[in-house]
């Protein structure tokens, strides 16, 4: 919890609610002149409380993603901690925000002969490097 105290974090936490009460201002100012008779500001008065609701997702998502980081580091790994081997690679993690992963090492590209036509284009694009200041209708085929 110490990790969301520092002055990058309230910097955060300062900017978060300015933009939130700020947008909330914006849709009460919108609603007041929509029932002034102003047809527009109807559009606007639900439009700037989702921007604040926007804002409210994503300072959730950030102080979410930040917690983590700060129990790993207090706390040490139990041997009943660790994943069970079943579990696929590219399966979500706690937060479930679809973070990349890497591929296993074992994985090889196909190759060129595996595919005639990918072994075409490879050498169509091989012989535009060779000559660059060739059109592409210039292509001899393959060679």
Known sequence: MRGLWT????????????????????????????????ALSWGY????PVFAAFVVFLWLREVRSARPADQASD?????GDRREATELVGSPTRNGYGRPVRAPAGSTPP???DDPELAAYNDYLSWLAAHPAARPGDYPGKR
């Open 111 to 113: 190759t060129d002969h």
């Open 45 to 48: 008065a639900v439009e700037w």
């Open 75 to 79: 706390t040490t790994e139990q041997p």
């Open 7 to 38: 002055p990058a974090w309230i910097a955060r936490h300062v900017v978060a609610l300015v933009l939130v009460l700020s947008f909330l201002g914006l849709g009460w100012w919108q609603w007041s002149r929509a029932a002034g008779g102003n």
